[in-house]
Every structure is written in structure tokens, then in C-alpha cells.
């Protein structure tokens, strides 16, 4: 959990060994690294790049290395959920055991433990469930965790949680509607809770708006564009509730939701 | 000014106080620049441009940051502390001896405010030296002022007399003769040119015709960097470094030290390392540590 005793990265980029790449279903893939770096803390992330090959791709790209949490560490292993979304996922996605990865991190400001007496709801969509599952691992009590997919391929992506209840876009499993529904349904009969929630942008804001209508404190997981992880480019800029902005890779990216006046679209993310 | 080595960073492409933060006192015990730069200081505060600020280009990287600082005065009382300590344990961590300058990069939208800038720079003794960032429209005429070589030669001149510390100017890669810029420089007192800043270009938001083309950056346009800018780099520092007695410092694309020997080769004293620490923070050490083996070879 986020406390100021966790070590800080080491600087500079280290060359990671792929030990496994594991299909989660149609869509998303599990990539597990030989890691002896420090112990992230849950909601922390790491710049991915492939050794080889990394540009030539489409628009002879990638050229930047791409944020990822951190969605599980095991002893001397991290694990990262890939979702193939563009030319650098891609790359990612075509790595082999024994291929070379370099990795900047643990990077950033992770979750923050519940305070005692209260609940932790687990609000995840599509590929950013991934840092909730390290969170999962490592609370105290047992979380109630809520997971939203678009379609019957990317469900399969709730078996990186375990116990959890489902919402489809379409309908093919589980709640057909939004996460939030879910979401809505447990405040309803409990509001002494604390929300931990990373996804789309759209799921996001509507977690954020539920929880502030009713005084129920959220931290958000979010994902911008951003070129370096460590707080050099300034592109991954949010605004901030009552002006400026924040920077999600060293104020975050994990935001308390009162910090944001709302959380956009812009984020455009290099994919 | 003698530095540990000819490498140091190109301003904006480094938050120390960040990076401190991010990696702890590795980042001192790893320090890869011989001399640290610092972000843009203009006189009041900025909150920089809107989202989106970042295009990923064919071997670059547009962006459109729009000079986020908190002006002038926070800068001297709570940045200038944190950035001072960090270079002096550098400093320390180094231990050759060789203390890292500290160059503070300043703006201004008129020569009076880039004076006003340089005479503030000018009273804190942690500031070893002065750049000035020129690419940007003059208030009242809105023509860039890096970009004529009349009204940056004015510009240098009013600092110079206002400013004792040694004065860089940044120039824009943004006109059409660059050398003739350098030059107004020189003539107006610089005791140094670093360039290149960015190259002036924009994307188009992905789109579904018949939907009009917008631009993807909340800027309009931004400023091009990365491997792909570094032949148009090695051009206009050959061209600048031909024409100059000053020292120059080269920039643009650099991600090895076969790079930086090529711009030293036409004439640069030193070179910065900018996009490339985005992919990897040390990167401007392993750029430093090739110099020096080809150098012993």
C-alpha cells in the first residue's frame, strides 16, 4: 500500500527477461518478466518496451515505451496485462520467453489502504482491471470486486481476480449494462466504502460522479498519454479540480477523485 | 565553466525535483549530465496547454506543453533550493571535484521582460549561467523573436547589460536562415548558442471522413524532436558553428554517442541529450561513457 517507506525505483531502464505469455481468454495476455527490481506498491506502473524491434510498425512505430500497471508480482516475477491496441501493445503482445523487455519503474503514486470500518469496492473495466488484481492480493480483508467488459471475449479477463461480479456491454455475461449498475446496487444498501477504480475514461467519470454524489471517497487509477513515466514530458496532464493541472505519472496515477473536476476523454494514451 | 563531460540535458526534457522523487538518490548517484538545465521560467505562472499534449510521430514525438512553471518568484524560492541541493550532492556523488552548473532557461514576450528575467537570475549565486528560450512571438509584434535577427540581436544586447552571469541563447530551428540568427546573437553579446528547439509540427485527430480534419494536440500545432529531427540538427549546427567564434551547444535526436561525436565533429562543444531520456532516463550517461571510450581508444 502506498506509504512513504516503499523504495523508489531504480534509475534508469532495466533489461527484463520474458518468462511467459499466457492468453486470458480471446483477447487480453498475461506477460510475466523476471523481476528483482523493488516490491511496487498496488497501483504503481512501469514504461514497457521491447528490446527488439521496438519501431518499424505501423506509421513506423513505436518509438516510445508504454505505461503499464503493474498487475501482480510474485517473488523475482511481475505480471502485466496486455491488450493488443496498437502498433507498441502489439509488439508487446508478440513477445516470447527468453525475448528482452526493458522496464522503467515501480513508477508513480499507488492506492492507499482502506481506513478502518470501511469496505473496499473494486471497480474495474476492460484491460484496466490490472492493477486492481495486485490490490486484490494485497488487502487485508477480502475486497467486493466489480468488473465491466465490452463483449463475451474480453470477460474472460475477470479470471485474473477470481471471485467476481460481471457486467457486459453486451449482455453476454453477467449484468448487461455498465459496471457502475453494479456499482450503484452495492452503495445502495452500504455507503461505508471506499471505491478503488481503474478503466475507461467514460467509467471513470461515472464512478467519480456516483461517489461524489454520495460522499463515498474514490481513488482512480488513471491512464494519459505520457512519454517518459517519471515526471520529465509533462504530456500526461489532467485538469485539476479548481484549476491547473495534475501530471498522472507523479501525482498518480492513482488520483483521489475529489482532486478532479471530472475525468475526460482526452487521454489519448501512445498505443 | 569546466564540466565532468561535454554531456548535459536539453532544457524541458528533465525535472530533476521529479526524477528525485521518482528514483531516490540513485538519481544522484546516476546523474548523467554534466551541467543540468532547467524547464522554462517565464515571469508569471503558467498551467501549460491543454490535453492532448503528446503525438507519437514516425521515430519522434510532437509535443504541445505550453511552458508549464510556476513563474519566476516560486521558481527562485522553492525550485531553485531543491534543484541547488540536488546538484551539489551530484556534485558530491561524482567526486571528481566538478561541481554540475546550474543553467537556468528563461522566456519572455519582450526584451524588457527577458531583462527582468536575466536580472533576477542574475542576484542568486546557485545559477551559474543563463539560456535564453527565444522561440516564442513578441508581444507587441507578434513576429517570433528567435526567428529575426534584428529583434534577437536587441533582445541579447538588453539582457547582456542587465546580466553578468554567461548568457545561451536557445534558437528556433523555426526560420529561414538560422546561421544568420546564431549570428545576432554572438553580435548582441551571447557568450554561447544552444539549438535545436523544436521543429514547428502538427496530427490530425484520427478522424471518419466526411468529419473536418482537427487537430489531435489541445496546442494546434507543437514542436517535432527525436531520432527524427536529428539530420536537420547536424544541418543547422554545422551551418551555426561554421559562422561563430562562441561555443555551441548541439541537440536534436541525439540517442548515442556516435551521435553527439557527429555533432561535435561539425563544431559543437557540447552536446544535450532531450527525448531520448523520455525512453530512458540514464540514457545521456551511456551517450557520456561512449564519448569518453571513443576518446581513449
Not at chain 1, 506509421?59 to 496486455?82: M, N, T, V, W
Not at chain 1, 467486493?144 to 463483449?151: E, I, M, N, S
Not at chain 2, 508569471?44 to 492532448?52: A, C, F, K, L, S
Request: hydrophobic share 40%.
Amino acid at each position: 500500500m502506498n506509504d512513504s517507506s516503499s523504495a523508489p525505483a531504480p534509475f534508469g531502464r532495466r533489461l527484463l527477461t520474458v518468462t511467459g505469455m499466457r492468453p486470458l481468454g480471446e483477447v487480453y495476455r498475461v506477460l510475466s518478466v523476471a523481476d528483482d527490481g523493488p516490491d511496487p506498491e498496488p497501483g504503481q506502473f512501469a514504461m514497457l518496451a521491447a528490446a527488439e524491434r521496438w519501431g518499424g510498425g505501423e506509421d513506423e512505430r513505436p518509438y516510445l515505451p508504454r505505461a503499464f500497471s503493474i498487475a501482480r508480482r510474485r517473488p523475482g516475477e511481475s505480471q502485466f496485462l496486455l491488450e493488443d491496441v496498437g502498433p507498441g501493445t502489439r509488439r508487446l503482445c508478440e513477445l516470447e520467453e527468453g525475448d528482452g523487455l526493458w522496464a522503467l519503474g515501480p513508477l508513480g503514486v499507488g492506492f492507499t489502504a482502506p481506513t478502518a470500518g470501511r469496505r473496499a469496492i473494486l471497480v474495474g473495466g476492460g484491460v484496466g482491471i490490472a492493477p486492481l488484481a495486485i490490490l486484490k492480493d494485497r488487502l487485508e480483508t477480502e475486497p467486493t470486486v466489480l468488473l465491466g467488459f465490452r463483449d463475451r471475449a474480453r470477460c474472460a479477463g475477470r479470471d485474473l481476480l477470481g471471485d467476481a461480479a460481471v457486467a457486459s456491454d453486451d449482455g453476454s455475461a453477467g449484468h448487461h449494462g455498465p459496471v457502475t449498475d453494479l456499482l450503484l446496487s452495492e452503495l445502495e444498501h452500504d455507503q461505508r466504502a471506499v471505491v478503488y477504480a481503474c478503466g475507461p475514461a467514460a467509467m471513470l467519470e461515472a464512478v467519480r460522479a456516483i461517489c461524489a454524489d454520495r460522499g463515498v471517497p474514490a481513488q482512480l487509477a488513471l491512464e494519459a498519454g505520457m512519454a517518459c513515466g517519471f515526471g520529465a514530458c509533462f504530456g500526461c496532464a489532467v485538469p485539476r479540480s479548481g484549476g491547473g493541472y495534475l501530471r498522472v505519472c507523479v501525482d498518480g496515477p492513482v488520483i483521489d477523485a475529489d482532486q478532479l473536476e471530472h475525468v475526460g476523454e482526452h487521454a489519448g494514451a501512445p498505443q | 565553466m569546466r564540466l565532468a563531460h561535454p554531456v548535459i540535458n536539453g532544457s524541458g526534457t528533465f525535472d530533476a525535483i521529479a526524477a528525485r522523487r521518482a528514483f531516490g538518490d540513485g538519481l544522484c548517484e546516476g546523474f548523467p549530465f554534466a551541467a543540468y538545465v532547467s524547464k522554462t521560467i517565464t515571469l508569471e505562472p503558467r498551467p501549460g496547454n491543454p490535453p492532448p499534449r503528446l503525438w507519437e510521430s514516425a521515430g519522434g514525438l510532437i509535443n504541445s506543453i505550453g511552458l508549464p512553471n510556476k513563474g519566476l518568484e516560486r521558481y527562485i524560492s522553492e525550485d531553485l533550493p531543491e534543484l541547488a541541493s540536488i546538484t551539489a550532492a551530484v556534485t558530491r556523488s561524482i567526486g571528481d571535484g566538478r561541481p554540475v552548473p546550474l543553467i537556468t532557461n528563461v522566456m519572455g514576450s519582450s526584451a524588457a521582460e527577458f531583462a527582468q528575467l536575466a536580472e533576477a537570475c542574475d542576484a542568486r549565486p546557485e545559477i551559474a549561467a543563463v539560456e535564453l528560450n527565444v522561440s516564442c512571438p513578441n508581444v507587441n509584434t507578434g513576429l517570433d523573436i528567435g526567428a529575426d535577427p534584428r529583434q534577437l540581436e536587441g533582445v541579447v544586447r538588453e539582457v547582456r547589460a542587465r546580466s553578468t552571469k554567461p548568457l545561451i541563447v536557445k534558437l528556433t530551428p523555426n526560420t529561414a536562415d538560422v546561421a544568420a540568427c546564431a549570428q545576432a546573437a554572438q553580435d548582441g553579446g551571447a557568450d554561447a548558442v544552444s539549438l535545436i528547439n523544436t521543429l514547428r509540427a502538427m496530427a490530425l485527430a484520427p478522424r471518419v471522413r466526411p468529419d473536418p480534419p482537427r487537430a489531435w494536440l489541445g496546442g494546434g500545432t507543437g514542436g517535432l524532436s527525436g531520432p527524427a529531427v536529428r539530420t536537420i540538427a547536424l544541418a543547422q549546427v554545422a551551418a551555426v558553428a561554421a559562422r561563430l567564434h562562441i561555443p555551441v551547444v548541439g541537440m536534436g535526436g541525439v540517442q548515442s554517442a556516435a551521435h553527439a561525436r557527429d555533432l561535435i565533429d561539425v563544431g559543437a562543444t557540447l552536446v544535450a541529450v532531450g527525448t531520448e531520456s523520455f525512453r530512458d532516463p540514464a540514457a545521456a550517461g551511456r551517450v557520456a561513457l561512449g564519448l569518453q571510450q571513443a576518446g581513449e581508444d
